[in-house]
């Protein structure tokens, strides 16, 4: 027998299913008889078997909690209960704690954000920025700025005989 857990992307979905099956004890007497010899001598899939018979011997183990006498009641009360509420609290109540925790965090920080601003401005308050009234600054801003227009315009230029060449086309 080849083993199911050695090569798991070439055995496929069968051999895992197989591992599965002989723990729910759903195979044929003859293919649990080959599977456990298997097992006798592959310690990978004897850990299998054991992990997958303690996973079934709790589940077998596991009960429910009752249900309390009084819960279809309180069940029918509260389906009551939502039904009366307008469309507005029945979106955003349960959203309720949810956008409230971290909303009390943001407002903190933003408030402390805007007294540190005020505290850093001191007593003189905003300052103003400095005016370069230097004719030289304002030459070569001058020339800064056609220089960014002439450039503009020639990349106009670029797309429009683009633009012609594709159509001529």
């Known amino acids: 027998m080849r083993c199911p857990l050695e090569d798991r992307e070439n055995a496929g979905k069968e051999n895992a ?13 003859r293919t649990t008889a080959v599977l456990e010899a298997h097992m006798g001598s592959c310690p990978a899939c004897r850990g299998f078997r054991d992990e997958q018979q303690a996973l ?3 589940l077998d183990q596991w009960e429910a909690h009752p249900v309390s006498l009084d819960f279809d009641r309180r069940l029918y009360r509260k389906i009551e209960e939502q039904g009366q509420l307008s469309w507005w609290s029945r979106l955003f109540g349960p959203l309720r704690p949810m ?21 850093s401005i001191g007593p003189g308050g905003v300052v103003a920025p400095v005016a ?8 070569v801003e001058q020339v800064e700025k056609a220089l960014d227009d002439l450039d503009m ?17």
């Open 56 to 58: 079934w011997m709790t």
């Open 132 to 139: 370069v009234d230097n004719p030289q600054v304002r030459e």
């Open 99 to 119: 956008l409230l925790q971290p909303a009390l965090p943001l407002v903190a920080t933003a408030c402390l954000m805007l007294v540190a601003g005020f505290v």
């Open 17 to 29: 299913e197989l591992l599965l099956n002989y723990s729910a004890r759903r195979l044929d007497s």
């Open 153 to 169: 315009l020639r990349q106009f230029d670029l797309v429009a005989t683009r633009e012609d060449h594709s159509r001529s086309l």
